[in-house]
């Protein structure tokens, strides 16, 4: 695993200076620790820090091919390199090195951008090509591994995996991006497609962009996306068991490394999956890690436990507290825009647990996404059936007024929140499901920004993307394209991003099996009834893991990680809540109405609304609006 950055300058041949890739690369160690290097040619430069993982003394990057015609940064891993290298070798290509690296050259020089769709693995990588005289940046299917890039005054492009590496460059100009602020306060996140510095573009997953001296930029390509339009002819119990042969041979073919492995073991479904797969594999005790919470009602470490002991894994544990408040400032750090899904933190906290016994570690990441493990996406699909017996007229001319005199009721679930559920309802499917995905709901956004804020955002809505994805998604039913939307935008912009900058922070390296992309698409080809039957999400997944996990583990309440800071907010953190009433930072940056802050944060401590994940979400704009533009 790794870091890279470069500079490639798009009119003439300007020569590049080393000093500045290594000032790029000097806030990006984390990723890096066991080498770094840097390449600099007529008009381009390459940089990158090495965490060692595969062929731990060869491979140092950047990586030259034989004739020093193609030259290679990349972050990431490539699952199938040894089939790739094989055949490789019979088209004629030879090998100097026993890593990934190299495979990824030769791919290049074989199929051009075609190797992408030979590439089984996570990767954010740049190829520069002298003879063909361009410059290749792509990102994996799913968006694992990231990649920001930014066009400067000089006439070049530059990149790095982090935007604080991009920051380094002073040709950068750092001005604040209202419509990140207002897709931020929507979903907590910055999505893939905005960035909260102006300029700042990050590539989306699955996509490349190819970069040729003297001429135009062009848009990025998307060269994989999944497809849920395919439906295949299996019984339940044939899914079932294709689906158990392509889950064991993505944890194997993520358990090959030259270093200490584990696993994240969270007593849920998806790590309990892993950790039972990777048991079977392995002639050695499992080595898991969980993390608990000091509040009983979230703590899930029992169930870990119950697990750990079934493999007979090496189990470790370690309890989070609001006394964990205190590492706010170097999440914040990492994470450079704002991020305010709170799992952040637990997740910083099991990654450097996991990090004092392996180098990598396997997650169950992805198999909500893939199989409608959400709630919300249970709900989505209950209530399109619902939308399709309720005329138009009724639910927009009934249920919408009447959701607005029904009385609040935060504290219970979604069910019998009847005014979320008629709310809902009298929106269409794509309005309603971007509205569940979110955070803060438009109305509340409303509120909090002044007029001068609504002005200069000119009429941006953050749920318009999600509108758009479900749109366009190649679906078959309305679940498939709630799944579409959230593999398109959920998983990179908040999963996978907060699973990369935490564990990167640490120096460790996350897999993610259940992303494989194999998995992706024969869950996308299952049809809505095998992902969602009697009211539960993952349904075949589960009923494909009968032979391995306990009942109760399988079909217990889906809990998740969850901080929670909202009791947090009420009690250790109390004060720190009520200064982001007076904040500076929120009141200098002349976007927001700071008395509708205060009556926030009083709401909350009085007990009348739950707005936890609300505060949380100014704590951590106010740190990256500091840091970011010394507001």
């Not at 040729?212 to 899914?239: L, M, Y």
């Not at 993505?250 to 797969?277: E, K, N, Q, W």
């Not at 990777?278 to 703590?299: N, P, R, Y």
């Not at 909350?604 to 704590?619: A, C, V």
Request: charged share 25%; aromatic share 8%; proline share 5%.
């Amino acid at each position: 695993m790794c870091g890279i950055a470069g500079i490639y300058h798009l009119e003439t041949a300007k020569p590049v200076d080393p000093a500045r890739l290594r000032a790029m690369l000097s806030p990006m160690q984390h990723r890096g620790p066991d080498g770094s290097g840097e390449w600099t040619a007529a008009g381009v430069g390459l940089g990158h820090l090495r965490l060692s993982i595969i062929d731990l003394e060869g491979s140092p990057q950047p990586m030259a091919s034989d004739d020093e015609a193609v030259t290679l940064t990349y972050n990431g891993e490539i699952y199938n390199f040894r089939e790739l290298r094989t055949e490789l070798e019979d088209r004629g290509h030879r090998f100097r090195t026993s890593g990934d690296t190299e495979v990824v050259i030769a791919a290049w020089r074989q199929w051009g951008p075609d190797c992408l769709s030979r590439l089984n693995g996570m990767f954010a990588f740049a190829i520069h090509d002298h003879q063909r005289g361009c410059l290749f940046l792509a990102r994996d299917r799913l968006g694992v591994k990231p990649l920001h890039y930014a066009r400067l005054s000089d006439g070049s492009m530059a990149f790095a995996s982090e935007l604080k590496g991009l920051l380094r460059n002073p040709l950068l100009r750092q001005e604040a991006n209202l419509t990140a602020i207002e897709d931020f306060l929507a979903f907590a996140y910055v999505p893939d497609d905005n960035c909260i510095v102006a300029g700042v573009e990050k590539l989306a997953a699955g996509h490349f962009l190819l970069l040729e001296r003297g001429k135009p930029v062009p848009a990025p390509t998307r060269w994989w996306a999944p497809d849920f339009s395919k439906r295949i002819r299996a019984s339940e119990a044939e899914a079932a068991e294709h689906l158990v042969h392509l889950m064991r041979a993505a944890v194997t073919d993520r358990m090959v490394a030259d270093v200490p492995l584990g696993a994240f073991l969270s007593g849920g479904v998806d790590s309990s999956a892993v950790v039972a797969l990777m048991a079977e594999a392995s002639a050695k005790a499992v080595k898991t890690c969980t993390i608990g919470f000091d509040q009983a009602a979230l703590d899930e470490t029992q169930y870990a436990q119950q697990i750990a002991a079934r493999f007979a894994t090496d189990h470790r544990t370690r309890t989070v507290s609001a006394s964990d408040f205190g590492l706010v400032d170097t999440i914040a750090d990492h994470f450079d825009e704002p991020f305010a899904d709170a799992s952040a933190l637990p997740t910083y906290r099991v990654c450097e647990l996991a990090r004092e016994g392996v180098t990598v570690a396997l997650s169950g990441d992805g198999a909500d996404e893939a199989f409608a493990g959400y709630r919300r996406l249970v709900f989505q699909h209950q209530e399109e059936r619902l939308r399709g017996l309720i005329p138009g007229f009724m639910r927009r001319g009934v249920l919408g007024p009447l959701a607005k005199v029904w009385p609040q009721m935060d504290w219970a679930p979604r069910p019998l929140r009847a005014r979320a559920t008629l709310a809902s309802l009298s929106k269409s499917g794509a309005e309603g499901y971007a509205e569940a995905v979110g955070v803060t709901g438009v109305r509340q956004r409303s509120r909090l920004f002044n007029d001068a804020a609504h002005h200069a955002l000119g009429g941006h809505v953050a749920e318009a993307r999600y509108w758009k994805a479900m749109a366009e998604a190649p679906a078959r039913e309305p679940l498939d394209r709630a799944q579409y939307a959230d593999l398109m935008i959920w998983l990179p912009g908040d999963i996978l991003t907060k699973t990369d900058r935490m564990s990167m922070a640490v120096g460790l390296e996350a897999r993610e099996p259940l992303l494989d992309y194999r998995l992706i698409e024969f869950a996308a080809s299952l049809p809505a009834s095998m992902r969602v039957k009697r009211g539960t999400g993952k349904a075949i997944m589960k009923h494909a893991m009968e032979r391995y996990l306990p009942h109760d583990i399988l079909y217990r309440p889906k809990m998740g990680f969850v901080t929670p800071v909202s009791q947090w907010f009420r009690g250790a953190l109390v004060e720190q809540a009520r200064g982001l009433a007076t904040s500076s930072t929120l009141a200098r940056s002349g976007w927001f109405d700071m008395a509708e802050i205060e009556r926030i944060v009083a709401a909350h401590q009085s007990g009348r609304r739950d707005h936890g994940r609300l505060i949380w979400q100014f704590f951590m704009l106010e740190k990256s609006l500091a840091k970011l533009f010394g507001i």
